[in-house]
């Protein structure tokens, strides 16, 4: 069996630079240990857009080597200076966030002719915009929840949003429209806080959104992996708050023992079921493939709304799409050979359309 040659992405120009890092350690470790079948270049880039070849997975150190990605038949890396061109048999992203998840990353693959797991550009970059996301969400039929969306570039009427905020019913959730990992996102339970939370959240986006929320929410999750006609949903998961409200950045990442993970999730199986199909229809229609996971917001009354999808989702192994799948039976490993065979299938596929009549 042919060794394949595979570039692990991470690090990168997004607030989630440090989460990618730790997703990409996971997959180069389970990567590299399976010698047989590949050989693995960990590739960091840096939060100023610098890339470097490294010897391990890690932070930037001084040891490691400058390198560029190039668009060259014979080559699709080289050192800053063209020299020693190399090329690879696929490219492994592990970007979360701003250019990496949105499609950015996915483009440059595409200009490079270079097989790559995960969404496309188009995908991506429709999932990463929560407002794109939710209208085809609505439009196969999947429920969400009204929002409101402001930008930095135009004023808004306050008077209008808190008027809309208070017949909506407090809480409202003020986030960044484009940002994952919870960054800049703000619970608001009464008008006075309701501006300020919009300020922070433009910090981080020119865009955001204000959401009527679900009080109290359960916060349930489901992973997708597959392509085409083949994709899978695993079982339901849950994040279970135990020092704040609601799933935020310092609950994810900075508070030890924040929440915890119930994987499967206990609720009806009905509603499972139906969140699952639900997780897939979003992901199909939005033209996804390779992995994917959808989040939900679950009520008292029984009634669950579509949140988002993450189309790169963390992939360290306490990372909620491992998770999600071991408890469906699958092992991670697995997981990881078929996201790289369905990369090195799709390039086929593109491989064989036809360039001119």
Not at 83 to 103: A, I, Q, R, T
Not at 274 to 279: E, G, I, L, R, V
């Amino acid at each position: 069996m042919q060794v394949l040659k595979v570039a692990v992405l991470y690090g990168g120009k997004s607030t989630e630079h440090e989460v990618s890092v730790h997703s990409a350690q996971t997959v180069c470790r389970l990567l590299s240990a399976q010698p047989e079948k590949y050989i693995v270049y960990p590739i960091f880039i840096s939060r100023c857009g610098q890339w470097f070849l490294q010897k391990s997975c890690r932070e930037q150190t001084p040891q490691d080597t400058p390198i560029t990605p190039v668009i060259r038949p014979d080559a699709h890396f080289a050192a800053l200076d063209g020299s020693n061109p190399w090329k690879v048999d696929v490219v492994f992203p592990v970007l979360h966030g701003s250019n990496g998840e949105d499609g950015v990353v996915q483009g440059l693959l595409e200009s490079m002719d270079v097989p790559y797991v995960g969404c496309g550009v188009l995908a991506s970059a429709m999932g990463m915009d929560k407002e794109i996301a939710k209208l085809v969400a609505a439009h196969y039929g999947v429920p969400t929840l009204p929002y409101r969306i402001l930008t930095r570039a135009q004023d808004y009427n306050k008077a209008e949003l808190e008027a809309w905020a208070a017949q909506q019913g407090y809480p409202v959730f003020v986030k960044p429209l484009c940002l994952g990992s919870s960054v800049g996102v703000s619970k608001v339970t009464n008008g006075a806080q309701l501006h300020k939370a919009v300020a922070f959240a433009l910090e981080f986006d020119t865009r955001i959104m204000v959401e009527k929320g679900v009080d109290r929410a359960r916060e349930i999750f489901c992973a997708l992996y597959g392509r085409g006609s083949a994709v899978e949903s695993s079982a339901c998961g849950e994040l279970k708050m135990l020092t704040h409200e609601f799933f935020d950045y310092e609950a994810k990442y900075l508070v030890q023992g924040g929440c915890e993970t119930r994987v499967p999730a206990e609720i009806p199986q009905d509603t499972q079921a139906a969140m699952k199909k639900d997780a897939k229809t979003v992901f199909t229609a939005l033209r996804g493939s390779g992995l994917a996971r959808v989040d939900f917001l679950l009520g008292k009354d029984g009634k669950y709304y579509f949140s988002e999808i993450n189309t790169l989702p963390g992939m360290s192994e306490t990372s909620l799409f491992p998770q999600l799948f071991e408890a469906s039976g699958r092992v991670y490993t697995d997981i990881l050979d078929g996201l790289i065979r369905q990369a090195l299938e799709t390039r086929q596929e593109k491989d064989s359309l036809a360039l001119k009549r």
